[in-house]
T-cell receptor, first 116, second 114 residues
Framework: AQSVAQPEDQVNVAEGNPLTVKCTYS??????LFWYVQYPNRGLQFLLK??????LVKGSYGFEAEFNKSQTSFHLKKPSALVSDSALYFC??????????????FGKGTKLSVKP | DGGITQSPKYLFRKEGQNVTLSCEQN?????MYWYRQDPGQGLRLIYY???????QKGDIAEGYSVSREKKESFPLTVTSAQKNPTAFYLC?????????????FGPGTRLLVL
């Protein structure tokens, strides 16, 4: 079964410090991994994705994520957090194996809180 | 939220009533999706459409119906059979329905039961 785990419901970081939001996954076939951000009462905004190639993926707003195949992880990182980064972050995965049509699987989300 | 619009922003449903949520995109995307978001549960796929005049059930299709008569439109009807409809509903689209394609989301509709 395909699944995504975001082990932390909330991450608290001081402004200027590095941040990490964790994600692990399980899929059939090759994994295609995505990070989205959601501000209150808004839709999801795409941040970045891993398809193939370089394990370090750079995305919008200074975010990056590292794909680790052996640990089946795709953690989101940013070197220096901003108060405006405070939001809900979703990891999502889709495999290219059988039964994956239409099926982007989302984690439950991690609330990031950046304090001044 | 790009070229995807959802209306209304808030919708109130009375018991036994069917309601329809609108989703329109001007991105010329073939694939469209409906998700339901509940607090602490992430997003769950309700229905998706890979092309006009075709759609497939997702993980939680019971109590919902859709149509795809035009490429740019994918309305979702929440029927009276859906006993717990209160949620945030998100529409998304992608160029085609492939694993590597990014899905882009609309601003959402919040459905509340009176």
């Amino acid at each position: 079964a395909q699944s995504v785990a975001q082990p932390e419901d909330q991450v608290n970081v001081a402004e200027g410090n590095p941040l990490t939001v964790k994600c692990t996954y399980s899929v059939s076939g090759n994994p295609y991994l995505f990070w989205y951000v959601q501000y209150p009462n808004r839709g999801l905004q795409f941040l970045l994705k891993y398809i193939t190639g370089d394990n370090l993926v750079k995305g919008s707003y200074g975010f990056e994520a590292e794909f680790n195949k052996s640990q089946t992880s795709f953690h989101l990182k940013k070197p220096s957090a901003l108060v405006s980064d405070s939001a809900l972050y979703f990891c999502a995965v889709r495999g290219n194996g059988p039964g994956s049509q239409g099926n982007l699987i989302f984690g439950k989300g991690t609330k990031l809180s950046v304090k001044p | 939220d790009g070229g995807i619009t959802q209306s209304p922003k808030y919708l109130f449903r009375k018991e036994g009533q069917n309601v329809t949520l609108s989703c329109e995109q001007n991105l010329n995307h073939d694939a469209m999706y409906w998700y339901r978001q509940d607090p602490g549960q992430g997003l769950r796929l309700i229905y998706y459409s890979q092309i006009v005049n075709d759609f497939q059930k997702g993980d939680i299709a019971e109590g919902y119906s859709v149509s795809r008569e035009k490429k740019e439109s994918f309305p979702l009807t929440v029927t009276s059979a859906q006993k717990n409809p209160t949620a945030f509903y998100l529409c998304a689209s992608s160029p085609i329905d492939r694993a590597e394609e990014t899905q882009y989301f609309g601003p959402g509709t919040r459905l509340l039961v009176l």
